[in-house]
T-cell receptor
Framework: GQQVMQIPQYQHVQEGEDFTTYCNSSTTLSNIQWYKQRPGGHPVFLIQLVKSGEVKKQKRLTFQFGEAKKNSSLHITATQTTDVGTYFCAGHSSNDYKLSFGAGTTVTVRA | ETGVTQSPTHLIKTRGQQVTLRCSSQSGHNTVSWYQQALGQGPQFIFQYYREEENGRGNFPPRFSGLQFPNYSSELNVNALLLGDSALYLC????????????FGQGTRLTVV
């Protein structure tokens, strides 16, 4: 079945630095979604990418969908303490209602 | 706030017991999905309901079952609980099936002892 993998599992970042987290699927995706889960909270939708090679920005966050629609990345610039949490990518395969999540990248920030 | 509410927020059950978790979807959303999230893992898809019918199922045994009601609220039932069923159970509602944004509830933390 479809597998979604994320690296790194943990990201320890100095406040103000940039970092990137990566997502790879074993199958071609019809879309990729990114969610953020704060400690003790629930996943909150950030963005959805649908087109091959698509790039979207939300303030300091840049999301990219790969050309083959099997991988994605999230780049955060000038990390702030508010960026703490676990970032999940999730995707649908074609004609599949199942949303498959990666294991997440847990981000901690050193002030 | 997403408008998706789950109850109860926490629950402790004994092995072999049965449990029912409840979810009220966001107004106007006719699709509800349930996920199991073990500690340190991503949410795992259990099943999805659309207009009161099961619309897709993940790799969970039949002792995980569900219902969706005419008002689109939903229940997750788990029979013959195992220690390994201890997890955060998340409900997510969406406007349509398929590739649309999912709005998650705060979850039910189930502990099986």
């Amino acid at each position: 079945g479809q597998q979604v993998m994320q690296i790194p599992q943990y990201q320890h970042v100095q406040e103000g630095e940039d970092f990137t987290t990566y997502c790879n699927s074993s199958t071609t995706l019809s879309n990729i979604q990114w969610y953020k889960q704060r400690p003790g909270g629930h996943p909150v939708f950030l963005i959805q990418l649908v087109k091959s090679g698509e790039v979207k920005k939300q303030k300091r966050l840049t999301f990219q969908f790969g050309e083959a629609k099997k991988n994605s990345s999230l780049h955060i610039t000038a990390t702030q303490t508010t960026d703490v949490g676990t970032y999940f990518c999730a995707g649908h395969s074609s004609n599949d209602y199942k949303l498959s999540f990666g294991a997440g990248t847990t981000v901690t920030v050193r002030a | 706030e997403t408008g998706v509410t789950q109850s109860p927020t926490h629950l402790i059950k004994t092995r072999g017991q049965q449990v029912t978790l409840r979810c009220s979807s966001q107004s106007g959303h006719n699709t509800v999905s349930w996920y199991q999230q073990a500690l340190g893992q991503g949410p795992q898809f259990i099943f999805q309901y659309y207009r009161e019918e099961e619309n897709g199922r993940g790799n969970f045994p039949p002792r995980f079952s569900g219902l969706q009601f005419p008002n689109y609220s939903s229940e997750l039932n788990v029979n013959a609980l195992l220690l390994g069923d201890s997890a955060l159970y998340l409900c997510a509602s969406s406007l349509l099936t398929g590739a649309t944004e999912a709005f998650f509830g705060q979850g039910t933390r189930l502990t099986v002892v």
